[in-house]
């Protein structure tokens, strides 16, 4: 059983369409991290959010927390062919614990 | 450049014959650690280590061994592979270890048992 459960699993959209991925859990988080891994490369952090309700923005990406730390959401306004990948959220249920999700594959096609 | 490598990239060997995927870090951090990566189960830590001399199981450690004897290295090793072994490995690096820090994956080791 997953601790973290994202949806969709599989995202294919046009470039310049919207897309928001999430990532559910029945437990509390300290910290919720998303994650970005490229086909033949190890996954590379995009946020951090520590806060429940907190919302944070990188360029065309937004990423929540919910108020209750048990849920994220990962939004994309206006994807782009170099937004394809898969996105990873992975949970701090403890000080040094992080257990991932397993993932959704976003594509972007042109 | 900061980095955290692995080797080798690709492996396929067969069942029993023992292996070390070696991992790397030149970002003087003290957390270092092991995942795997299969379909539908996301990544699942192996091992981790706080620092030299230190170390501890994660989720899915059995038949598997680590070591840490300098900051910078921590092998993966496997005594006797089975094919339920066969899996994407990745190492990983931190400078705290904590949930929250930021953690550097190598490149990926994708290792095929047969």
């Known amino acids: 059983t997953q601790l973290l459960e994202q949806s969709p699993q599989f995202l294919s959209i046009q470039e310049g369409e919207n897309l928001t991925v999430y990532c559910n859990s029945s437990?509390?988080?300290?910290?919720l991290q998303w994650y970005r891994q490229e086909p033949g490369e190890g996954p590379v952090l995009l946020v951090t959010?520590?806060?429940?309700?907190e919302v944070k923005k990188l360029k065309r990406l937004t990423f929540q927390f919910g108020d209750a730390r048990k849920d994220s959401s990962l939004h994309i306004t206006a994807a782009q062919p170099g937004d394809t990948g898969l996105y990873l959220c992975a949970g701090g249920s403890n000080d040094y614990k992080l257990s991932f999700g397993a993932g959704t594959t976003v594509t972007v096609r042109a | 450049e900061a980095q955290v490598t692995q080797n080798p990239r690709y492996l396929i060997t067969v069942t029993g014959k023992k292996l070390t995927v070696t991992c790397s870090q030149n970002m003087n951090h003290e957390y270092m650690s092991w995942y795997r990566q299969d379909p539908g189960l996301g990544l699942r830590q192996i091992y981790y280590?706080?620092?030299?001399?230190?170390?501890d199981k994660g989720d899915v450690p059995e038949g598997y061994k680590v070591s840490r004897k300098e900051k910078r290295n921590f092998p993966l090793i496997l005594e006797s592979p089975s094919p339920n072994q066969t899996s994407l490995y990745f190492c990983?690096?931190?400078?705290?270890?904590?949930?929250?820090?930021?953690?550097?994956f190598g490149p990926g080791t994708r290792l095929t048992v047969l």
């Open positions: 990983a690096s931190s400078l705290g270890g904590r949930s929250y820090n930021e953690q550097f």
């Open positions: 959010v520590v806060t429940g309700g």
């Open positions: 437990s509390v988080f300290s910290s």
């Open positions: 280590s706080m620092n030299v001399e230190v170390t």
